[in-house]
């Protein structure tokens, strides 16, 4: 496994993405903080860079990692070495070198201006909701095997999940407002990564009330710290359901 | 060695492999015959577990190769196409297949020096010519020393000395009694090569058995004229049989 993933790793240094993503992170995380003296707004407006870019970036760039690697995977399943570990080995790879990414372009800021629990909070909700779009996006490229299908499902993802999600929810809430829909609105939450981020983010920052109803009635069910816990084991789930289903399809794909 | 039992494969409506059965013994020869898209390469991909087949089992030393991975260590394979990581130097290439087999600790590296790929060890993969990738994949199948050779079209592309070099290295295998299992359409190469022959047509096997009795069968002293009468004589047959 280690000598795969070492392989693995080298080839994406190489393309140097990595680099220019940690760079983007870091100057757009260092203006902020130059523009507001502020930290805890910093880290609200920090959080929509989280919410929107980190997904599209680690969905996107998976998916084309994956098609790219494909004669690396190709040449690996005709040597002793098993399919689970070619797979799992091009997720840990793309995977930790995104949240590294990630972590080094928005923490090394976050340092230098000073630490607080909120920031530590968004470092943590950064790097599950990559997981989570990595996972994503490794799903979509075992769905097909032309890429620029697996590019537009993954984009599809993203933009489910990032605009439209949201859109039918308050739909459905609004068109059912008669309704009790408190229990309803929390567990159509939980069926989007981007929310329940959110949602972690919010009830540490105690603005919940700023999110209206909803961000309300979750502080009100769960109170912050079980929320939290509760947003973040939901979070996990997207994780793993996504990769495991892949490898399921990846396990009888023919190459 | 290598037993393929009643392995079908279908892509979508089309039947690649249809109830194929076959047994591949270590010190033999075969030749891995047919038309295109006669299922060839899809039968070399089931049995490296490249492809998985719809229906059927596969043993490799009486064990189904299912769930298994470790065999694939007994096994030099060449592909029809070989595809490698475009950014990857030569020498890179090489080191990183060793490393990956790390288990095996000495090396065969005569097929790097008969074709001097050492000189190119810092070119890149994306830059190479169709014959110089044909030479590194022919250099990896045989880069360790296995009991099991699988060479997918193995001359197609490459020069005539490069042949010759190459048609020598399977010779010389071969008297070592591994298993080797070659396709080509290339008929008068085959007869140098192997000694046994499996005819494949639409997904089906229609001849298994050595050349030597082919040849006597049809009463031709070279496979290429053998081969052709084989097929006529199965063409009248099944004309007379569909009247």
Not at chain 1, 119 to 130: A, P, R, S, Y
């Amino acid at each position: 496994m280690t000598r795969v993933l070492k392989y693995i790793l080298y080839d994406i240094l190489r393309t140097r993405f990595a680099l220019l993503y940690t760079a983007f992170l870091f100057v757009s995380t260092f203006a902020l903080y130059q523009l507001d003296s502020d930290s805890g707004k910093v880290v609200l407006s920090l959080l929509n860079i989280v919410l929107m870019v980190v997904p599209l970036v680690s969905i996107v760039f998976s998916t084309i990692h994956f098609f790219n690697s494909y004669e690396f995977i190709e040449l690996m399943l005709a040597q002793p070495v098993k399919r689970s570990t070619v797979f799992l080995g091009e997720y840990m790879g793309v995977a930790s070198s995104l949240c590294a990414a990630f972590a080094a372009g928005v923490g090394i800021p976050m340092l230098l201006f000073g630490m607080n629990p909120s920031g530590l909070t968004l470092l943590f909700t950064g790097i599950v909701l990559t997981l989570v779009f990595v996972s994503l996006a490794f799903l979509s490229s075992v769905l097909t095997r032309d890429k620029a299908k697996a590019i537009g499902i993954a984009l599809l993802f993203w933009f489910y999940f990032s605009l439209i999600y949201d859109g039918l929810l308050l739909w459905v809430v609004y068109s059912f407002s008669d309704y009790p829909l408190e229990k309803v609105t929390v567990a159509l939450i939980a069926f989007n990564p981007v929310d329940l981020a959110r949602i972690i983010m919010l009830l540490k920052l105690d603005i919940s009330a700023l999110m209206g109803y909803t961000g309300a009635f979750y502080q009100d069910f769960f109170g912050s710290s079980f929320g939290i816990l509760f947003s973040s084991l939901v979070l996990f789930i997207w994780v793993v359901l996504p990769i495991g289903l892949a490898q399921r399809i990846f396990n009888r794909k023919d190459l | 060695m290598i037993s393929v039992k009643q392995v079908e494969k279908k892509f979508g409506r089309l039947t690649a492999l249809e109830k194929v059965s076959l047994e591949f013994q270590t010190g033999k020869s075969y030749a891995l015959v047919g038309p295109n898209g006669s299922g060839k390469t899809t039968l070399i991909k089931s049995i490296l577990g490249l492809v998985v087949p719809t229906s059927g089992e596969i043993l490799f030393d009486e064990k189904s190769i299912r769930h298994d991975w470790m065999y694939r260590d007994k096994i030099g394979y060449m592909p029809q196409i070989g595809r490698y990581p475009e950014n990857m130097r030569i020498g890179q290439l090489f080191d990183m297949m060793k490393n990956i087999r790390q288990e095996h600790q000495k090396v065969d590296e005569d097929l790097i020096d008969a074709f001097k790929l050492y000189k190119m060890y810092d070119k890149r993969m994306h830059g190479l010519s169709g014959g110089t990738r044909q030479k590194v994949s022919a250099a990896l199948a045989f880069l360790f020393h296995v009991p099991v050779y699988i060479l997918d079209e193995p001359t197609a592309g490459l020069d005539p000395i490069s042949v010759e070099i190459l048609k020598e290295k399977i010779i010389h295998e071969k008297h070592l009694n591994k298993l080797l299992i070659v396709t080509s359409h290339i008929l008068s190469d085959l007869d140098e090569l192997t000694n046994n022959m499996v005819y494949m047509f639409e997904g089906k096997v229609h001849y298994d058995n050595t050349i030597e009795q082919l040849k006597a069968e049809t009463k031709e002293t070279r496979l290429s004229k053998a081969l052709t009468t084989f097929i006529r004589q199965k063409e009248l047959v099944a004309s007379v049989s569909d009247l």
